[in-house]
């Protein structure tokens, strides 16, 4: 009970100290614990390196993320200049820019960074709930993979490019981007109607391309289909060629609109024209489904992954942080059963996420950090498969874990009561509006979800299902294995997806259910390898004996 007080002293100083003194990483005891594991022989000097770069996350970089997705900050576009010349100028907020900056001059594509520091350190810059300069990271990661794959293809102009956005110039790095979809569909890339009309040893594009985020990239990899061909190439393009980006003289291609979106609002997605755009063929003109699917999405499938773990992590964590704070008829939020159940369910979740994206991020690296577009494969047949392994995993942690976040974020902003939803008090909405966005592009769940089943049917002659199920599942109890193994059977006799009678329909939601039941005992697995340890280290927590 309170007597009145006409200046009601309460304030949240307490709250925010926790909250803003927070390092991402050093005061995080279970990434540590998940990297030490996972990273082995490489954490010592990966850990040294982490604790150098997570103060700039946390405390410089995290205060300039607030502005770029305010409704009143949008980034927008001047079409012409005062000279009436057509420049499409993008324009970004000034904490944009320098993050951007600030964050590409890390030089992350360098050959001199490890792909484990690579990736410890976009899990934490993903923290951030940004997606203006992290959506170019992914997409410039996935430009200079597919470079990097065809080196038959590197020419002065092409070699110039992957030189650009990994080492940088003149202390300036390359930002990437990737346009494939188009206005009649996106997940539907052989549907793509962009051409590619060949010009000496170049091509030049006409048409339009309707999803275009990151527009204010240097480059894009672009897909398109050779004139009177129907096989689709992946193109780089300049957005500007050399010497043109200071003089506002775009490489042949309208900004005809800049898109009015739900979430990732600091990053500008366009609507766009080209119009005899100079660009350079990468990889064979008639593999690029396979070679946009299998290495430029396939990797940001990788970092949607990291994005929602990181996600989930800043959400459970701030929910514990606010759980630990404020007090509701007399206690502790946490301190009451309900609260305290949904806050630990919001950490093991995280938890699970982040221990399975580094358990598949092991593999890849083992597998050479290399991915393998298409089936086909020369490889001996042990190799083959943990490739298939590989690309089938980070197809289904990209459709379990981006739907996941979306309901850990609104299970986290629910622990905050009505601030959860006040932009300036908590940038737990803004994330889950990106988290919403990260359902969708990269392969949304029910594309993915057939992708899976058609990929199990087409690798069979080389990998059983049941093998295949058997080395996804291993490490998780023998229970568990055999009843997947035995809903399984029910797909095997009949596929679910081709007609639309009603025990079609149930079988093909089965399927969603069997696909995600199976991702659940791959992180649980995961999970219990690393073994139990807090996401808040001891110092910060207020309260620890309530989440024992
Ligand atoms: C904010 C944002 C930014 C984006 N930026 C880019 C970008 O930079 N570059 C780029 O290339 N694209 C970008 N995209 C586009 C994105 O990749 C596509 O939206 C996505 O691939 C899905 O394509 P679509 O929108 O045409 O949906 P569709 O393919 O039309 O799908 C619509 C629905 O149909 C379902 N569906 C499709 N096929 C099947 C099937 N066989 N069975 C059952 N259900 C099915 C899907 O799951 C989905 O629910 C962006 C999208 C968003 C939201």
Redesign the pocket.
């Known amino acids: 009970m309170s007597l009145p007080d006409r200046n009601n002293p309460y304030s949240f100083e307490a709250f925010l100290n926790q909250l803003h003194g927070f390092d991402f990483y050093a005061d995080d005891p279970f990434l540590q614990k998940v990297l030490k594991y996972f990273a082995t022989e490489e954490f010592v000097e990966l850990d040294r390196k982490l604790r150098e770069f997570s103060p700039r996350v946390s405390f410089r970089w995290r205060p300039l993320t607030d502005t770029g997705g305010n409704p009143r900050k949008l980034p927008y576009m001047e079409h012409y200049n005062a000279y009436n010349r057509r420049i499409d100028r993008i324009v970004r907020t000034a904490e944009t820019l320098q993050l951007e900056k600030e964050i590409f001059n890390e030089g992350l594509f360098s050959a001199k960074v490890t792909s484990w520091e690579r990736m410890a350190k976009r899990y934490l810059l993903h923290q951030l709930g940004e997606f203006g300069v992290m959506c170019p990271i992914a997409c410039t990661e996935g430009l200079v993979a597919l470079i990097k794959q065809f080196p038959e293809d590197h020419t002065p102009e092409v070699k110039a490019i992957l030189d650009h956005c990994t080492e940088g110039l003149n202390n300036e790095f390359g930002i990437g981007?990737?346009?494939?979809?188009e206005i009649q569909?996106?997940?539907?890339i052989p549907s793509n109607l962009l051409e590619a009309v060949p010009e000496g040893n170049c091509y030049r594009l006409y048409g339009t391309?309707f999803?275009?985020?990151?527009i204010h990239a240097d480059y894009a990899v672009v897909t398109a289909k050779v004139s009177g061909s129907e096989d689709v190439g992946t193109f780089v393009v300049p957005a500007w060629m050399p010497g043109d980006k200071e003089k506002e003289i775009r490489n042949n291609f309208r900004i005809n609109r800049i898109k009015w979106?739900m979430?990732?609002a600091e990053v500008p997605?366009a609507e766009l024209e080209y119009d005899g755009t100079l660009c350079y063929a990468v990889g064979p003109t008639n593999r690029g489904v396979a070679n946009a699917v299998g290495i430029v999405l396939t990797l940001s499938r990788i970092a949607v992954g990291i994005a929602s773990a990181a996600g989930m992590t800043r959400a459970a964590r701030e929910a514990q942080l606010y759980a630990e704070f404020r007090d509701v008829f007399g206690a502790k939020i946490g301190e009451w059963a309900l609260a305290n159940k949904q806050v630990r369910d919001l950490v093991q979740e995280a938890q699970r996420c982040l221990a399975g994206v580094c358990k598949i991020f092991a593999l890849f690296k083992e597998l050479g950090g290399r991915l393998q577009p298409g089936l086909a494969s020369d490889e001996p047949l042990e190799m083959r498969r943990r490739r298939f392994l590989l690309r089938e995993l980070i197809i289904i942690q990209k459709l379990v874990t981006a739907y996941d976040s979306v309901d850990i974020l609104r299970k986290a902003i629910s622990i905050f009561g009505g601030h959860g939803v006040i932009e300036d008090f908590c940038s737990l909405a803004r994330i889950f509006r990106d988290a919403v966005?990260n359902e969708?592009?990269?392969?949304?769940?029910?594309?993915l979800l057939?992708q899976v089943f058609r990929d199990m049917g087409r690798a069979a002659e080389f990998y059983s299902p049941d093998q295949f199920l058997d080395d996804l599942l291993s490490g998780a109890p023998q229970t568990e294995i055999a009843e997947l193994g035995r809903r399984a059977l029910e797909f095997a006799a009949k596929p679910p997806?081709q007609e639309l009678d009603k025990d079609s329909r149930r079988r093909a939601a089965a399927w969603e259910e069997f696909i995600v039941d199976v991702f659940r005992v791959y992180q649980e697995t995961a999970l219990r390898e690393v073994g139990p340890e807090p996401i808040i280290g001891s110092g910060k927590m207020r309260m620890p004996e309530i989440w024992r």
């Open positions: 981007a990737q346009f494939v979809s569909g996106g997940s539907d391309k999803f275009t985020s990151a979106k979430g990732t997605t966005v969708l592009w990269e392969g949304p769940r029910n594309v057939m997806f």
